[in-house]
C-alpha cells in the first residue's frame, strides 16, 4: 500500500466533488445503492398520476426524476431552493412549458390553496402542514426519504461520534406527523440496505458530496481511517454500509370544519 500515492489519489477525488442536479455519474460503475429496494418509487406515482392532474415535484433536484415521469408539461409544476439547480431548472423546465418557481422554505411554497392533485418529493425537505394546504380534497402526497440512520456505520468508520443530523426521519415519526395533520396512509414502507463501494476514492466524492452526513470531514483530517478502510477494501473487495429509506403514500382527508371552509374558496 502507498500511502503518497493514495493521499494524492484521494485529494483529487475531493477536489472534484462538486455535482449539477443530483449527477451521481461520476462513481457509476464504483458504488452501488438503491439497488433493492422493496418499492418502485416511479411505478408506484404512475399507478395514482392521470394526465389531467396537476402536479408537483417539490425539490426536484435539476428536474431530471421529474421529466422522467412523462406528465403532461402544462400540468406540471416544481420547485428548487439550490441555487446552481435553480438554474439548471430555469434552462431545463421553462421552455418545456412547466411552471417552475425558486423555493427553499418548504413551509412557504409560492402556489395557491388546493392546487395540485398529486404533491411527488424523494429526498428533499418537506412542511406536512403547507403540503395539506396545497392539495385538493384527496389530493395525494407521495415521497421517498432518507431516514436518519442513513449511512451511519459508515460516518463512524471515518468520524466517530458523530450525531445524525436528522434523527426524526423514520416511518414510525413521520406517519403519525402525517396521520396529526389531516392526511390518511395510504402506503408505508420502510428499508435498510447496502451501499457498496468499490474504491476508497469514489467514498471520498461521495462524502464530500453529502456533507451534512459526514460534517467536517476531509482526506487530511480523516487520512489514516481511510488508510484502515482501505485494508477493508483490499482485504474483501467493497466497503460496505447500510442506507435507509423510507416511503410514505398519504391522502388528504377533510374534517368536517376544514370542509365547510373550503367549499367556501
Known amino acids: 500500500m502507498d500511502e503518497l500515492k493514495l493521499r494524492e489519489i484521494w485529494k483529487k477525488e475531493e477536489e472534484a466533488a462538486h455535482i449539477h442536479g443530483w449527477d451521481f455519474s461520476h462513481i457509476n460503475g464504483r458504488y452501488e445503492e438503491e439497488n433493492d ?6 411505478k408506484i406515482i404512475k399507478s395514482y398520476l392521470k394526465d389531467s392532474f396537476n402536479l408537483l415535484d417539490y425539490d426536484t433536484g435539476g428536474g431530471e426524476f421529474l421529466l422522467s415521469l412523462g406528465h403532461p408539461c402544462n400540468n406540471t409544476s416544481a420547485t428548487e431552493g439550490y441555487k446552481p439547480n ?14 417552475f418557481k425558486e423555493c427553499s422554505d418548504p413551509a412557504n411554497i409560492p402556489f395557491e390553496d388546493q392546487s395540485f392533485d398529486i404533491i411527488i418529493n424523494r429526498h428533499g425537505d418537506f412542511n ?30 471515518v468520524l466517530p461520534g458523530t450525531q445524525p443530523p436528522f434523527p426524526h ?8 406527523i402525517f396521520e396529526e395533520a389531516g392526511f390518511r396512509t395510504i402506503c408505508a414502507k420502510e428499508a435498510y440496505r447496502p451501499i457498496l463501494f468499490y474504491d476508497v476514492g469514489a467514498f471520498v466524492w461521495f462524502a464530500r458530496i453529502i456533507q451534512w452526513e459526514f460534517p467536517g470531514f476531509s482526506v487530511e483530517c480523516c487520512f489514516e481511517k481511510l488508510v484502515e478502510m482501505q485494508k477493508i477494501l483490499e482485504k474483501n473487495g467493497e466497503i460496505q454500509g447500510t442506507i435507509h429509506r423510507y416511503l410514505i403514500v398519504a391522502e388528504k382527508q377533510l374534517s368536517d370544519s376544514r370542509s365547510q371552509q373550503e367549499r367556501k374558496l
Open 37 to 42: 429496494l422493496p418499492w418502485d418509487y416511479e
Open 128 to 157: 406536512v402542514q403547507e403540503t395539506y394546504r396545497l392539495l385538493k380534497n384527496k389530493g395525494m402526497f407521495i415521497t421517498e426519504q432518507v431516514g436518519g440512520d442513513n449511512d451511519r456505520d459508515l460516518v463512524e468508520m
Open 169 to 176: 426521519m423514520n416511518l414510525k415519526e413521520q406517519k403519525k
Open 86 to 99: 435553480v438554474q439548471i431548472c430555469q434552462e431545463r423546465l421553462l421552455p418545456l412549458g412547466i411552471q
